[in-house]
């Protein structure tokens, strides 16, 4: 299919960044045979699930794009000692594996929620998605236990978790039976993906590799036991100070807990809130949430539990430190059924695909403004000073800027949304500081939504060159020829 026009397949060439590329060919695939032939008749060849990542990893630079999103559905569900195990194919929508695993006898869930729901399981695998309950159930590579993966030559690997780990002389068995030795660096990582160290699962090298290494035609995931009780809670605050207080409180508290797990706690800005105010005006499918109140910052709970009492314990316990720190707690949102609580998860996902209206608005006036998303962590520090610190950072900089953070692991998503060319010079001043800042303290600065094309070239200045050596080694031994997602990450 020669000289794809931009205009037919537009919506192919782009995802959530905004990044838009270009290829001469697109193909759709709806089994395993046709990957097959496509990886031997096609290259280079971009992979991609929904397109609904925000680093530009699926947006291709040339060649073929290998569109997986209909190679859908679970083609078998069993049990061993390790628990309930489901397969599916790579393009599974998170939405479809929810309604496949939803019967009202079935006690069983997937647990990774990255909250956009139209996301594909490969591409799930290929970000290693977390999202705010990640605090509790980790990312989606923790539910990954086995996958069959098409590499650029032609061959099929079946990886299945704990058969290879790198050893301590830096050396992992392939299932093709190739030995892949790789010299270890002492630095701690910046980035996740392609970087073994001793005791890495070769499965989990494979988990956040952005299509590069090969492709998923068949994932293994492990189902979670249903919690008998849930709680999604929204707090108000009506200042940064007491969010902070509420934040630090509630994360001391909930470390006494007896039995009650706090499964998500994210701060979203006052910015943060006032872009979902107004995307809210435009979709008619978040008319069922309510308004937030005008001038909150608010914190996303949520909390799980096999007991009741334990639960309302921890619940009321919340809500009086809501109190203590000046919450309103008349003013919360609490959910305990599976309806309610899809509402103000539709809330939480209602904040980042905000920021994304107002990036694709900004857009409109000119055209050279993409997301520009900081996702970073940084260990060490107490979050309200954290939380704190970075405010004022970016209130100095002075460009327009969303935040939220994923309070309980020290991440922060932050937002900024420059209006033209003056304050995008100004991002990249402040982008410096908080990547050499999550660098210093052992942090991460592609924490959750990976490296991609979009954040490619910054991220070299941060790592260590024998990170990116280590990382192109991975690449060369399972793509010799480069023929997958050029562009992306090294
Ligand atoms: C509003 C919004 C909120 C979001 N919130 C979160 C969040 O909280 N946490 C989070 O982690 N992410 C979040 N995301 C990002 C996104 O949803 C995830 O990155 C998602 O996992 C991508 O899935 P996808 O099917 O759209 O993949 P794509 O964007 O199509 O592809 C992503 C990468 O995976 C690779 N890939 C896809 N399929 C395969 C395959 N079969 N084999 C090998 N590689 C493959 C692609 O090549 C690409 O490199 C959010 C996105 C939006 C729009």
Not at 26 to 48: M, Q
Request: hydrophobic share 40%; glycine share 8%; charged share 25%.
């Amino acid at each position: 299919m020669p000289n794809i026009q931009k205009s037919e397949y537009f919506e192919y060439l782009k995802d959530e960044s905004c990044l838009t590329g270009e290829c001469d060919g697109l193909i759709f695939i709806s089994n395993r045979d046709e990957i097959a032939a496509a990886v031997k008749s096609s290259r280079p060849l971009t992979v991609r699930g929904a397109g609904t990542g925000i680093t530009g990893a699926a947006v291709p630079s040339g060649g073929t794009v290998l569109n997986l999103s209909r190679f859908s559905g679970v083609n078998g569900m069993g049990e061993d000692e390790t628990g309930v195990f489901l397969d599916v194919y790579p393009g599974t929508s998170l939405s479809d594996l929810r309604a496949a695993v939803s019967r009202k006898d079935f006690n069983y869930f997937f647990a990774p929620d990255p909250t956009e729901t139209t996301a594909t399981i490969g591409g799930m695998f290929g970000t290693n998605a977390g999202g705010p309950t990640s605090l509790l159930y980790g990312r989606t590579a923790d539910h990954v236990i086995a996958a069959d993966i098409r590499l650029a030559s032609g061959e099929l690997l079946s990886v299945e978790r704990g058969r290879h780990t790198f050893d301590e002389l830096g050396c992992c068995s392939v299932p093709d039976g190739r030995k892949l030795k790789v010299k270890y660096s002492d630095a701690p990582p910046a980035v996740l993906p392609l970087l073994p160290r001793k005791g890495t699962d070769l499965l989990d090298l494979f988990a956040g590799s952005e299509g590069m290494l090969g492709i998923f035609e068949n994932i293994r995931l492990k189902l979670t036991p249903v919690p008998k009780h849930r709680w999604s809670i929204v707090f108000f605050m009506d200042s940064d100070e007491s969010a902070r207080l509420f934040i630090s409180d509630a994360l001391k508290a909930s470390k006494k807990w007896n039995g009650v797990s706090l499964s998500a706690l994210d701060y979203l800005d006052r910015a943060s809130l006032e872009l979902f105010r107004q995307f809210r005006l435009k979709q008619t499918r978040l008319r069922t949430i309510p308004e937030p109140p005008g001038n909150a910052r608010a914190i996303f709970a949520e909390l799980v539990s096999d007991d009741a009492s334990e639960t309302e314990t921890a619940l009321n316990g919340l809500l009086q430190i809501c109190s203590d720190a000046g919450g309103d707690e008349d003013l919360t949102w609490a959910a305990d059924t599976e309806k309610e609580i899809e509402k103000l998860r539709l809330f939480r996902h209602g904040i980042p695909d905000s920021v994304n209206g107002a990036v694709g608005q900004n857009r409109r006036a000119d055209d050279s403004i993409t997301k520009m998303a900081l996702d970073i962590t940084v260990p060490g520090k107490a979050i309200d000073v954290l939380l704190r610190d970075t405010h004022m950072i970016l209130d100095k900089c002075g460009v327009p800027y969303a935040l939220t953070a994923h309070a309980g692991a020290n991440h922060f998503h932050i937002n900024l949304l420059p209006e033209n060319r003056r304050q995008i010079e100004l991002c990249r001043s402040v982008t410096d500081e908080f990547f050499n800042s999550a660098v210093k303290s052992g942090g991460m600065i592609a924490a959750e939504n990976g490296i991609g094309k979009v954040n490619r070239d910054i991220f070299r200045n941060y790592i260590p060159p024998e990170h990116l050596e280590l990382m192109r080694r991975v690449k060369q031994f399972f793509d010799t020829d480069g023929v997958l997602n050029p562009g992306n990450m090294v």
